[in-house]
């Protein structure tokens, strides 16, 4: 009996893992090369759990995205009517990476390719997911500067904090266990420990005034 119960439970789990996959999904891919990065694929879930690779076949960073970041991707990919229209301007412009905005719901998809648009929506779509980009890689740079360079933690921790004073730093809740640990070891520079402290402060009072 307690076998059958183990067997049904892994099932049931199984289950569940494969309704959640089979959510909705929103993915931009950027390709250009020469630039930093020269490859981007971001695939944000209904939930909030988003991917980020710098390479096709890089394991990816996964972590939780703000539920107002998600809103919003989520609503301009409505507006967008799930990218079964193009959205290239079809203008002739310098090349400014290929990119492609993908939506995914069960066995259902669509996509939209474009190397400039000049809808609205599918601006606003294109800076939301820099501003997950940019989010991401200052994250990245700080946990190496972290492991490798003490000296470049302070570099790191201003990225970090002009992102938020123009409020483009999104998927904050990785950052808080960095600047946690920044704050208690004191083999790191003061003014890092202290940058670290006051943002962790603000991340965790602006996740708390919305919870409320």
Known sequence: MKRWLTIAGAA???AVGVLAADGPRVTFIKSFPGSMPAYVSIAVDRNGETNYKETPDDDP?????????????FDLAEKLDHFKHPVESGLKVANMGAKTFRWEDGGASSEAKFNFS??????????????????????LE???????????VQDAMLHIQALWDQKRLVGTAQLLPLFDRLVKDESFLHMARERAATLAAAIRASAKGKAE
């Open 142 to 152: 700080l946990r190496l500067a972290i492991k490798h360079d003490k000296l470049g």
């Open 61 to 73: 960073e996964t972590f939780q995205l703000e539920d107002q970041a998600v809103a919003t991707i």
């Open 12 to 14: 049931l789990l199984f």
């Open 118 to 139: 000049q809808d609205v929506n599918a601006q606003a779509l294109l800076d939301g997911f820099e501003c997950i980009s940019e989010s991401e890689r200052a994250f």
